[in-house]
């Protein structure tokens, strides 16, 4: 999301901010402080960590709710201008700010990353009709197929390369049509060990039983560790290119 590369890029800004909000708002309720209950200062201090949590930054979250408590302390609580609290009622309170900062914290990333996975998942299937209306309308070759569904398996399976060629029978890592990876008879766990790294792997391309050819597959770089779900669309999407390729007659 652009928003995220955003706050990634001024982490450090981010943060500060955090740090500063709390301070800030603090030092203003002071100006209110016979007029406002404690405990609704307490719950515009936890806006300003649902404000920071949103980022995508834990750690900015986590930096507002301390921050919040810290200054709630200084503040809004007898004695002022200190950071020690007299009243019970006070205390309970700034604890409770800082349980619910980092609760509120952990649910608003909890929140982005469910949004994120839907978005991911809506652009896997958006890649896998793209494919099949192309084939159903006629409106583009083979080739053109093929090369849209090489970088789809590139996105989607966080791969270096993805590349076309003809089927052979060499030894590799090998995805099976429900979306595991197997070596001859021995299957990979890729949640644990993530895609190897140290060979290429085959997705064959199927239409009715018959094969037109495989995906040549690298993930040198880095260790690559698609979901299940992820795996079984790639295989959906080289099941598109065999279609395209069974309806030119190769």
């Known amino acids: ?31 209110v402080r016979d007029a406002i209950d404690n405990t609704n200062a307490a719950l515009i201090l936890v806006l300003l960590v649902v404000g920071a949590a949103s980022t995508g930054l834990r750690l900015a979250g986590l930096v507002a709710a301390a921050s919040g408590a810290a200054w709630f302390d200084f503040f809004l609580t007898a004695p002022y201008g200190r950071f020690t609290i007299d009243d019970r009622a006070d205390i ?10 980092v609760a509120v914290t952990e649910i608003c990333l909890w929140g982005r990353r469910q949004e994120a996975n839907a978005s991911r998942q809506s652009g896997y299937l958006s890649g896998v009709l793209s494919a099949a209306e192309q084939i159903g309308a ?7 197929v093929i090369e849209h569904v090489q970088q789809q398996l590139v996105d989607v399976l966080d791969l270096d390369t993805a590349r076309f060629q003809e089927a052979t029978s060499e030894l590799l890592p090998t995805f099976e ?3 595991e990876v197997t070596v001859g008879a021995h299957k990979i766990s890729v949640d644990r060990q993530g895609l190897p790294t ?5 997705l064959a ?28 669309v790639a295989c959906l ?14």
């Open 177 to 179: 049509p429900d979306g």
């Open 205 to 232: 391309v199927r239409n009715a039983g018959v094969t037109h050819g495989e995906f040549r597959l690298t993930a040198s770089t880095h260790v690559a560790r698609p979901t299940i779900e992820q795996r079984r």
């Open 198 to 202: 140290d060979s290429e792997l085959r």
């Open 138 to 144: 006629g409106s583009a070759p083979a080739a053109a």
């Open 92 to 101: 309970e309170t700034t604890i409770l700010l800082i349980l619910v900062g």
């Open 1 to 31: 999301m652009p928003a995220d590369r955003f706050f990634q890029r001024h982490r450090i800004a981010v943060l500060l901010g955090s740090f500063v909000a709390p301070l800030v708002t603090c030092a203003l309720l002071t100006l």
């Open 237 to 250: 999407l080289a099941d598109q290119v065999g279609a395209a390729l069974a309806l030119e007659g190769r």
